[in-house]
């Protein structure tokens, strides 16, 4: 059998022609295969040989070259382009297979290279096999992108250096970071002067290494603002010069406001670039500030403008930029009057303090009870109710829905089909407590009632109380009944010898965060919610005022058993009495429950109660 000789084929440029004594048998047809490929250069080759082509025709010959598409895979021969180091506050330093290496070699070595310069590493951190840490410097970055290959290791090696524009990744704020920050603060603060400087306060030694602690990071600036409203809460001066701060966020807002005695700010060399960025020191009464180095100074046209803006935020300013101003133009503007402090109470008239206490506490009791029938005697024939709910806003819980009364509320600015308005309306005693009788069970907590008596004659009484409630679940435990705010309006007319509801308005939604944490909670006896200068300054000793959050005295004889029945429990869980003898201790004291109260109190403190009124 003869041998089969294989031809070696080579696709060479054959723009000289060639012998042409080879013959090349090909199965693929013409538009195929490798020749297909190399069309394009044939095509150029082919016009720069028919075309009279000047010298400078190989170069654009090898332009074309570089546009070809290369095989995938193929090395880039060439074309090493170093990109420039960009300008900016961080560089991420990174030492490729680092990580085997002690970190005071690392930068013992680097600070050996670079000398005489130095350097402030932050956040030196092991990631995988190699070493991250963050330097500010530019000057110090490119030196450390020169010094790449150029380090010798112990081990024969050759550091190898990455270097980048990047910022430090964020830390947690956990307890051991907020201790090593009142260490910090502590041997910082002066108390002589009640002044704390925190210039610079990422840099400073302790923080280097692991721990990056900016005061420019929200996080941060707020946990610091907390540490110095609960621990130095009467400071007078803070530093906080070189920070990189831009703005400062408005969440610590609320401890500024604690640090009443705050004058002297000092935010020299930052990054405030708009007034704006400091307003949460704006109610704070700053005699001294300093914005030197920022570049919201130069947003002015001159020292004069700016010296204006900044006084129309801080008026008792009288040191800026460490220059003493001059004082301000005025003409006898009288100071801005305060409002007055918040009651738990208003009364119109003091007169109606009795009745609107023991109407307050008769109704929620029969309310709060397991059967509201009883509440039939309170309305008038004619008198009318309406319903309202309404979702706080932002609330994102699903847990306190408020679906069983959404069905019958009657809010205006959401029902506006004038027929449903006028279903949700009940009108007449018996509908009005049918409607009550079908609503949750309550529990509301009288210690949370604020009480606004509006209007007092005797024809009409103008009453509105509110506060919280919960809804009793056996099958749930206490802690996780939901609890609802209220506020309700009623309008109340005298009848006979005593007084009816001819309009109740009631509003239901759920209670804050801090209503919540507030409820429910053991009373204390400088509870007086309804008590008033007056009554407190008049009366004797004998005499305690009324509490909203204990059962009422009225006329015994307008009281009935239900109302004296829990009266004289009340007393029980109060005093620690069997029934008994809390029964007779409100005869005594004309069914008085404060004064009951503040008599057991006296009698115990001398021992005149004897065992057997405790034994149950």
């Not at 332009?63 to 090493?80: I, M, Q, T």
């Not at 509440?375 to 609330?395: E, G, I, M, V």
């Not at 919540?516 to 407190?536: D, R």
Request: charged fraction near 25%; glycine fraction near 4%.
């Amino acid at each position: 059998m003869p041998r089969v000789v294989y031809k070696k084929v080579y696709e060479h440029d054959n723009r000289a022609g060639g012998s042409g004594n080879i013959r090349k048998v090909s199965f693929m047809n013409g538009g195929g295969g490798r020749v297909f490929k190399n069309r394009r250069q044939d095509t150029l080759i082919k016009q720069l040989k028919d075309d009279d082509v000047e010298m400078r025709g190989e170069r654009k010959l090898w332009r074309a070259k570089k546009n070809f598409r290369k095989r995938p895979g193929s090395p880039n021969l060439g074309n090493h382009k170093v990109h420039q180091l960009q300008t900016s506050d961080w560089y991420q330093i990174r030492i490729i297979f680092g990580a085997k290496y002690e970190q005071n070699v690392i930068l013992q070595l680097l600070l050996k290279h670079i000398s005489p310069e130095v350097f402030c590493p932050f956040g030196y951190t092991t990631a995988g096999r190699d070493v991250i840490f963050y330097i500010e410097d530019f000057k110090i970055a490119k030196l450390f992108r020169n010094a790449n290959r150029k380090i010798l290791l112990a081990d024969g090696h050759r550091m190898v250096i990455k270097v980048k524009a990047d910022t430090p990744p964020d830390i947690p704020i956990n307890d051991n970071l907020k201790e090593k920050i009142k260490l910090l603060m502590a041997k910082r603060y002066v108390p002589e002067t009640k002044a704390l400087d925190l210039s610079k306060f990422s840099s400073d030694p302790d923080f280097t290494g692991e721990v990056y602690c900016p005061i420019n990071r929200p996080p941060i600036m707020k946990a610091i603002f907390q540490i110095i409203s609960e621990n130095i809460s009467d400071i007078m001066a803070i530093k906080l010069d070189c920070n990189r701060i831009s703005n400062f966020d408005h969440s610590i807002s609320i401890d500024v406001k604690k640090l009443k005695n705050l004058k002297i700010l000092h935010l020299e060399g930052n990054n405030i670039k708009a007034l704006h960025g400091i307003n949460c020191f704006k109610d704070a009464e700053l005699t001294e500030l300093v914005l030197k180095n920022n570049p919201v100074i130069k947003f002015y046209k001159d020292y004069t403008h700016y010296v204006s803006e900044v006084r129309k935020k801080f008026p008792k300013l009288t040191k800026l930029d460490d220059t003493v101003l001059p004082p301000v133009i005025s003409f006898d503007v009288v100071e801005e009057s305060k409002l007055p402090a918040p009651q738990a109470a208003f009364m119109c008239n003091p007169d109606g303090r009795v009745i609107v206490k023991q109407f307050l506490f008769q109704y929620f009791a029969l309310y709060d009870s397991d059967n509201r029938l009883d509440l039939a005697q309170a309305y008038h024939d004619t008198s009318s109710f309406s319903l309202c709910a309404y979702y706080p806003q932002y609330q994102k819980s699903t847990a306190t829905k408020l679906n069983m009364y959404f069905q019958d509320s009657r809010n205006l600015f959401r029902v506006h089909d004038f027929p449903k308005r006028q279903s949700r309306l009940f009108m007449g005693k018996q509908n009005i407590i049918q409607f009550l009788s079908q609503l949750p069970k309550t529990n509301h907590d009288l210690s949370s009632f604020v009480v606004d008596l509006t209007l007092f004659t005797p024809v009409l009484i103008n009453l509105t109380v509110s506060g919280v409630f919960r809804e009793p679940n056996p099958s749930n435990i206490t802690t996780s009944w939901p609890v609802r705010h209220f506020s309700r309006a009623f309008l109340i007319v005298p009848v006979g010898q005593g007084f009816c509801i001819t309009n109740d308005m009631l509003f239901i939604t759920n209670a804050t965060d801090t209503e919540i944490k507030h409820a429910f909670k053991e009373e204390t006896s400088s509870s007086t919610i309804l008590q008033s200068p007056s009554t407190s300054n008049n009366n004797s000793a004998a005499e305690k005022p009324p509490n909203l959050s204990t059962p009422v005295a009225g006329n015994p004889l307008q009281m009935d058993d239900t109302i004296r029945f829990q009266m004289v429990e009340t007393l029980v869980a109060r005093t620690g009495m069997n029934f008994a003898w809390s029964k007779k201790c409100l005869d005594e004291t004309q069914w008085d429950f404060d004064r009951a109260i503040w008599t057991f109190g006296e009698l115990q403190a001398k021992g005149s109660i004897p065992a057997e009124a405790f034994i149950k």
